[in-house]
Nanobody
């Protein structure tokens, strides 16, 4: 059974940093694109970043230059390093694996809360 478990969320002041982790189990995702999404209260879930099997990355404009996605295939884990956090980054952050196209993924984690205070 495939499982994605996010960790690393928390409360941080504006300008601070956090690193989210997403540990996958059940099968290897080294050959898959993996991504991060977020959902703020009252808003739809939105794309944040993705990384392909060759480690090509893509980011939402709102996080470019501040967030970095990376992966460790040996650990079957994907990371999201976030710096210079802003209150508008407050959301539940979700990990996703096995890209199906059109921003759709087969597997999703349960989410981790990130709260940025001003």
């Amino acid at each position: 059974q495939v499982q994605l478990v996010e960790s690393g969320g928390g409360l941080v002041q504006a300008g601070g940093s956090l690193r989210l982790s997403c540990a996958a189990s059940g099968r290897s995702f080294s050959g898959d694109t993996m991504g991060w999404f977020r959902q703020a209260p009252g808003k739809e879930r939105e794309f944040v970043a993705r990384i392909t099997l060759s480690s090509t990355t893509d980011y939402a404009d709102s996080v470019k230059g501040r967030f970095t996605i990376s992966r460790d295939n040996a650990k079957n884990t994907v990371y999201l390093q976030m710096i210079d956090l802003k209150p508008e980054d407050t959301a539940v952050y979700y990990c996703a694996a096995h890209y199906l196209g059109a921003q759709k993924y087969r597997h999703w984690g349960q989410g981790t809360q990130v709260t940025v205070s001003s």
